[in-house]
């Protein structure tokens, strides 16, 4: 058994997938913001955004939205976008050096594909790309954030990590972009499945 100390650590990222949001401006153009409070839920993805950015902004106006998701490749392009909001003039609540960009693919060098179902494109480069639709939003208990509830109408995967002539991502080819503690990782080596695994083997 693992003994414990208490600590009051100042987040709580314990380690969850890194995704790339993108929104629709009020100007047509797209928002494009890297966050990792995201999981998935049926066809429901769950996404908590901090209430004075510039996606949350759009996703109170325009519900649709893409996640594309990298993998651990793009971590440099990912942290492009770490210090910077879409949202003008910069909310004083964003830490210090915080800067506006408009174009955020452009900051990022990552190229924007136009989506099937919905107006913000989808991230060339990430293997898997939901197209979804925001069915639910609201604040959390705290008020600072916002709580979207996204259902997912078309999903995306780069032929290499789908097993040939069926709907599974193969595990073995696709691995997420971990966030853990502020730090990025990828994945290990695969340490077995669970028993409701439906991938072929
Ligand atoms: C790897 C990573 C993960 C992040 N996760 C979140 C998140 O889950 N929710 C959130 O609101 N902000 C998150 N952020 C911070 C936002 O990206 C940041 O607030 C950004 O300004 C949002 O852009 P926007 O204002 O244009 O929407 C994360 C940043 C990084 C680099």
């Not at 790339?20 to 908590?48: F, H, I, K």
């Not at 915080?98 to 693919?105: C, E, H, N, P, S």
């Not at 109408?153 to 097993?163: E, I, S, T």
């Not at 409701?196 to 083997?201: C, D, I, V, Y």
Request: with cysteine; charged share 20%; glycine share 10%.
């Amino acid at each position: 058994m693992t003994s414990t100390v208490a600590i009051r650590p100042s987040i709580l990222y314990f380690g969850t997938p890194v995704v790339l949001l993108t929104t629709e401006n009020d100007d047509g153009t797209p928002n494009l913001a890297p966050m990792s409070s995201a999981w998935a839920l049926g066809r429901t993805v769950v996404l908590g955004l901090g209430e004075d950015g510039q996606s949350g902004y759009n996703l109170r106006r325009r519900p649709d939205l893409v996640i594309s998701v990298p993998g651990p490749h793009l971590w440099r392009q990912v942290e492009r976008l770490a210090g910077v909001t879409g949202r003008f003039p910069v909310p004083e609540s964003k830490p210090a050096g915080f800067r506006f960009v408009a174009d955020k693919f452009g900051r990022a060098g990552l190229t924007p594909r136009e989506s099937d179902i919905v107006r913000p494109p989808r991230v060339a480069e990430c293997g898997l790309q939901f197209e979804a639709r925001a069915a639910r939003v609201g604040s959390d208990a705290t008020k600072d954030f916002l709580i979207v509830e996204a259902e997912v109408l078309k999903v995306h995967a780069d032929p290499a990590v789908v097993v040939p002539g069926t709907d599974h991502v193969d595990p073995e080819a696709w691995s997420p972009l971990i966030y853990n503690f502020r730090h990025y990782f990828g994945l290990g080596p695969e340490l077995g499945f669970t028993y409701r695994s439906e991938t072929p083997h």
